[in-house]
Structure formats: C-alpha cells, structure tokens
C-alpha cells in the first residue's frame, strides 16, 4: 500500500508539514517495494480549492493512507471518495510518523475543520 | 441641482466607505431623499438595511441564481479534461466528477472543454432582487440568501438595472473594499467617501481611497460624526489632496431618529438642508 504524508522538505529527516493543502511536498512511502518518493505539491500555490487539488493529486497517485495533523472538508470529501483513509500524526518528524503507523499506533483523524478558505469574492 | 435632471446628466453616485458604521446607508438614503426623482440601491446585499428605512410597497421581486456544472455520469468517460481546465480547483475526480459548488466561480467553462458534452449548467438560486416605491423615490435593493458564498451576482444584476435608469443613482455599497464593493462601484461616476473621526476609520477610507483611484473614479469625503475633536481622517485628506465635500457633527438627536428607523431628511428640516447642501457640493460629472 502506499502512504502519503505532507513535508516541509524533500527528505526523510523532514518534519511532518502542519498544513495538508498547501504542504510543499508529500513523501509517498510504498509498502510493497520499502521505496520513498517525493512528489511536488501543485496545489500548495492555488489562490482557492488548494485542499481538493491536493487531494486529487494524491487520488492521481493512487495512494491508500494519508497521515496528516489536519485536514479540511473539502480535502476529506475528495479522499473519502477516492478510499484514501486519513490518520492523525503525532510525531514532528515524518519518519516518526510513518513508523508509529506501521506499528499500528496512530488514530484515524476524526475531527475534520471546515476549511481555511481562501477569499471567494 | 442641474446636474440631477433627467438622462443626459444623470449621474451614478456609489457611496462607499471601508470600515462599516460609518455611515454609507445615512448617507445614500438621505441624498437619494432629497435629489428628485433619485433612485436608492442597495448593494451591500449581505446585510441590505436602505429598506428598513424606506419601507418600500409595489414590491416586484425578481430571484437571481448562478449556473452551477451537474454531470451527466453516464456519458462521462474520465478524461479529466474538465478538473485539469477548472482554476478554481472546483472539480475531482475520483471514479466520477465531484462538483464543489461553493467554490465553484460558474465561469461555465468545464461546459465548453468536456469532449462528450457530459456537462450541463443547472440553476443555484443565490438571492433577489426587490424594486419598490417610497414616497416616489424608487428603491432597488439585493439580497443574498444566507449560506450562498458571494454576492457579486446579484450586485452585477442591479448594476446592470441602473445602466437603464433614467434619473440619478444613488448606491448604497458593503463595507470594506473587495469583490464585492469593486462591482458596486463599477458603473459610478462619481464616489463618496464616508469616514468616521477614528484611526481605524482613517485606515479603511485609505483602503476604499486607494480602490477608487485605481477605478479612476473621482471622489470626495464626507466626514461623519465629527465631535470637534482631532480627525484623523481630515488629516488624512489634507495630506492626500482629497476634497472634503461636508462635515456632519456627531448628533444624538440623529441616532434617535435612526433608531426609531425614520429618515432624517424626511423627518426633519434641519437634516433635510443638510442634505441638500450635499447634494449641491457634489460635482458636475462629464
């Protein structure tokens, strides 16, 4: 399976990125083959609808889990339809995160946020 | 008064303001009261108020919606072509197109780019429009439903009705200074600028003083509730070269009057030469 988690760097020593939508890159670690990739987040620049780009992007690349400090309404409806289960990081370093998933320690995120917004007139 | 007659010196006049409670709605209603044959219309259709004043009867309501996309899922075949188009990230696709019609800006072009013509445009009622009649001053007024996202339609919708008025418009605008107040203003000639005497009311006149200039609208201020004290936003015109076309003293007689919802002009002689005096500072245009 491959699991997706938003970072502040394109490396594995990065910290988790606290914002989901606008997030610079995710690490997409795929299970099957232990490989990591990084993928550039085209939706971190949008003036509005960042979080279902964003979520599209990861529906693009067939991801199965999301690991995220917050996500919002919008974002969420995208992935749920796409079968992409979204779980609460804890950790402040990415990897931390990803092993805390694995080990079967993290919590799926329940409270979703109505969403930042970005003006609309 | 020359410059009020009919059509060919009708003059559009969008009062504005920046920060609310300045005194926008006091301001229109009152001029719009003393012009004759002046026509009041609301913009700020989120929180529409010139009626509660005017109270106008013959109402003719006319309901306004925007376009919004619905797929046809089963001609659909996931190209995409429409969630790679939208700008506005208003569309996903996840096995089938997902619309996210708040964020939608019903521009209708996933309309055009769809190849097997799988999108159509269905109606999202947003608000209306409501004309009436008080007192033979004709009021048009915009109202936005709660929950709807923006209300630029609507105001594009009375802007459109004032183009074809005959006598002089007076628009009342929202608060603040975006989309919404840029459509209210587009079709003025002329705009007044209400401000209270407060640093945070000279801070919001910069911000709609800076939004006219760049619509080259020509404009002048009205400085409101001036208690005789230093006026931050009077300091602010004299160093920007701004024409200060009146001064009206803080006065409580004036909030009684608004709170018991009556016109000032139309309740009193002293507001209605107040007014009047307004009216004839306002300069001739074209």
């Known amino acids: ?121 | 008064m020359s410059i009020f007659k009919k059509k060919e010196n009708k003059t559009i006049i969008a009062v504005l303001s920046g920060k609310g409670g300045t005194g926008k709605t006091l301001v229109s209603v009152n001029l719009a009261c003393v012009i004759p044959g002046a026509v009041y219309a609301d913009c700020d259709v989120e929180e529409p108020n010139g009626h509660l004043f005017f109270k106008p009867i013959n109402l003719k309501k006319k309901e306004i919606g925007i376009l919004i996309p619905s797929i046809n899922e089963e001609k659909c075949t996931g190209c995409t072509k429409c969630v790679e188009f939208c700008k506005f990230n208003a569309l996903a696709y996840v096995g089938r197109v997902m619309v996210f019609e708040e964020i939608c800006h019903y521009c209708g072009g996933c309309t055009i780019v769809c190849p097997e013509k799988a999108i159509t445009e269905v109606n999202l009622n947003i608000g209306k429009v409501v004309i009436g009649d008080s007192e033979g001053t004709r009021i048009i007024s915009g109202f936005l439903n709660v929950g709807s996202v923006s209300g630029v339609p609507i105001i594009k919708d009375i802007q459109k009705q004032i183009k074809e008025e005959e006598h002089t418009v007076i628009v009342d605008c929202p608060p603040g200074s975006a989309c919404a107040v840029m459509e209210s203003v587009q079709s003025s000639d002329y705009c007044i600028l209400v401000a209270e005497p407060t640093i945070f009311g000279s801070h919001n006149l910069d911000m709609v003083y800076k939004l006219v200039t760049l619509f080259k609208k020509p404009c002048g201020v009205i400085l409101n509730k001036c208690d005789g004290n230093e006026n931050p936003s009077e300091e602010y015109c004299k160093r920007n070269g701004i024409d200060i076309i009146a001064e009206i003293p803080y006065d409580s007689e004036l909030s009684d009057i608004n709170g018991n919802g009556e016109i000032a002009a139309r309740v009193s002689q002293k507001y209605k030469d107040i007014f009047m005096n307004i009216a004839e500072k306002i300069p001739k245009v074209k």
Not at chain 1, 9 to 26: D, H, L, Q, T
Not at chain 1, 71 to 90: H, P, S
């Open chain 1, 1 to 121: 399976m491959k699991i997706a988690l938003p970072v502040d760097e394109k490396n594995e020593n990065s910290r988790i990125c606290v914002s989901y939508g606008r997030a610079p890159y995710y690490m997409i670690f795929d299970s099957d083959s232990a490989k990591v990739e990084f993928v550039q987040n085209t939706a971190a620049d949008s003036a509005g609808g960042a979080g279902i780009k964003a979520a599209q992007l990861l529906v693009n690349h067939k991801v199965n889990i999301l690991i995220t400090e917050r996500c919002g309404q919008n974002a969420a409806d995208v992935l749920i339809a796409g079968n992409i289960k979204i779980y609460r990081a804890t950790k402040a370093l990415v990897m931390d995160n990803l092993k805390a998933f694995l080990q079967g320690e993290l919590e799926e995120l329940s409270d979703i946020h109505p969403g930042y917004h970005g003006h609309k007139n």
